[in-house]
């Protein structure tokens, strides 16, 4: 009797797992299906490196989103990152155990809040806010870097101070038995200790800011060209499917299945990095 649950329950697991991997393979096979078609119709060149989205004249480049999702991406990074990665040190090492719960839970709450919640408040305080800094519209790259930053922190903070905790101890006291002081054995020895774990967590956090919609299509100003400064606007890859795939037919529609694609492959190389530094620090 006892065989023949255990038989059920393996059965039960393979299934769960199998319909996980068959969703991932009905996604890519959808994505690229329908994609790639048009990739060959436009010209991958074309499509890939034209500078100019205007379907009602047949011209499908994708290159300004492309540009516009890596740099949205990256400045939401350089003011995140710095953020997360000192908040996850005070959580680990100096945060008193009064107010670690409250921190904790205010992180975990972070991370479940919708994006849109997130787009919402930088529409009616971010984005008036640098309207009267800089006299223009403030719906920018800037805006939705900041948004972006913002949502990434629990992500990073997570699996930063995870890492972190996970250094042995005799790391930290060794160093300070060697008359180092406490802030530099944290972030000459503890940190480098942790940094897979770090990293991992900081390529997690690009995934979520580059997949990112809601919140940057109500802050970034939406507007199909190279960006030319953190105060102008722009799309991104994401931004222009959602705003256009309502209406959309024919070689309209199947362009954008592309700029999926596309993007597909940006988060996928993003997980294959995941995996090899989950590998490297299990091997370290």
Known sequence: MKLNKENV???????????SVLAV????????????PAMAEIGLKDFIFGQKWKPGNGLYGIFPMIVGSICVTGV?????VPIAVFCSVFMAAYCPT????????????????????YGFFGLVLIVPLMNQLTGKDGSTMLTA???????ILPTIIAQAETSIRSVPDSYYEGSL????TKERSMFFVVLPAAKSGVIAGIVLGIGRAIGETMAVVMVAGNQPRIPKGLFKGLRTMTANIVLEMGYAAD????????TGVVLFIFILVINLLVSMLNRRTVHE
């Open 9 to 19: 329950m393996k059965v039960v697991f393979f299934l769960a797992a199998l319909t």
């Open 25 to 36: 393979a009905l996604i890519c096979v959808f994505l690229f299906a329908g994609g790639v």
């Open 76 to 80: 939401s990074l350089a003011i995140g």
């Open 98 to 117: 009064k107010i670690y719960r409250l921190c904790q839970a205010a992180v975990n709450l972070m991370a479940g809040v919708p994006s849109i919640v």
């Open 145 to 151: 870097s900041i948004v972006l930053a913002i949502m």
């Open 177 to 180: 038995a060697l008359g180092a």
């Open 251 to 258: 070689l309209h529609r199947e362009a954008l299945i592309a």
